[in-house]
């Protein structure tokens, strides 16, 4: 009897054992996995900071740029990366023992730097608003693909034939798919000189080609003139008359791609402005952990469009995955 109680003991002590090291295995696994998931939502966390950080970068733009509007400066912002900005966003509740209770301090943890570029997109031509003209010269196509592109498009006149089947593309990207084009014929070039944001008003577009910020293609197309003539404009910018225009391009109104209003023969075109209400905004934030000197970078680009007498408005946004790059031609 004695002897079956201490297998007993034996066996139950063993069965404990094992039972424990259960507990344990299954112990551990749990703390590993709980702080793998930590680490993800600690870099999820992350992720979300840069992106507020991006779009913190894209609203202070707006700012700036609404003031330089205002103050007819908006050059001295185009193109040119404003210094970075070094945020505060990040509280914790104070540590001083003779603190107001929940009074905030700056979470130390963290360094949040943000640096944001604004280039005006009336330098680009609207795909959506070009004649056919405009449409061979920008994209190296001949008249009938030309026609058949402006075919697909509204009316520039803002007439509407029965049965027409014609829409606006919201993207450039929407033009390399039309059945017109053949494969390739878009290329990077082609798309850093177009748009499809920069009019404020599609029933009644004016002033969407920036003349003073316009690339060589865009003045080339736009103009009716050669490469040579088109940098002869660029080099009499600022420009801030249709006679300063006409001086520069050497020939009249009436032969440029936009033609002057058949009651003003002699004014500027309505298509063209000497400056913009649409710009893109692309805004980088880096936002780094101080403990261990890791980065996370997120891209938000948005282009805006500023409406006299009232307020912004945002027609494109993207926020690419972190560690992709924004593209900066037009959407």
Request: net charge negative.
């Amino acid at each position: 009897m004695m002897r079956r109680a201490e297998e007993n003991r034996g066996t139950a002590l063993v069965l404990a054992l094992g039972v424990l090291t259960l507990v344990v295995l299954f112990g551990t696994a749990m703390y590993r996995y709980t702080v793998l998931d930590l680490d993800d939502y600690a870099v999820d966390l992350n992720k979300d900071r840069a992106y507020l950080d991006a779009k913190s970068g894209v609203e202070h733009a707006i700012g700036n740029l609404q003031v330089a509007i205002a103050a007819g400066s908006v050059d001295s912002l185009l193109n040119n990366p404003v210094d970075p900005l070094r945020l505060n966003l990040y509280k914790l509740a104070s540590r001083e023992p003779d603190a107001t209770a929940q009074a905030p301090v700056a979470d130390d943890r963290y360094t949040s730097t943000v640096s944001f570029e604004i280039s005006d997109e009336s330098a680009r031509m609207n795909v959506n608003l070009a004649p056919p003209a405009v449409l061979m010269s920008i994209l190296d196509i001949d008249g009938e693909k030309a026609r058949q592109i402006r075919e697909r498009l509204p009316r520039l006149d803002g007439s509407v034939a029965e049965n027409e089947n014609r829409r606006w593309l919201s993207s450039v990207d929407e033009l390399a798919s039309l059945p017109v084009l053949p494969a390739g014929t878009l290329t990077a070039e082609h798309r850093a000189a177009l748009t499809t944001f920069s009019a404020l008003d599609m029933k009644a577009p004016a002033g969407f080609v920036n003349l003073n910020t316009a690339s060589k293609p865009v003045l080339e197309a736009a103009l009716a003139i050669t490469p040579e003539v088109a940098d002869k404009v660029m080099l009499a910018r600022p420009l801030t008359s249709i006679e300063a225009l006409v001086a520069a391009a050497g020939k009249g109104a009436d032969t440029f791609n936009f033609k002057p209003a058949a009651d003003n023969p002699g004014g500027l075109p309505k298509e063209f402005a000497f400056s913009s209400r649409c710009f893109r905004i692309r805004s980088t934030a880096v936002l780094t952990r101080n403990s261990s000197r890791d980065e996370v970078t997120a891209i938000v680009e948005a282009v805006v469009q500023f409406p006299e007498n009232e307020a912004p408005r945002v027609v494109y946004w993207s926020e690419p995955p972190v560690g992709a790059a924004a593209t900066t031609a037009a959407k």
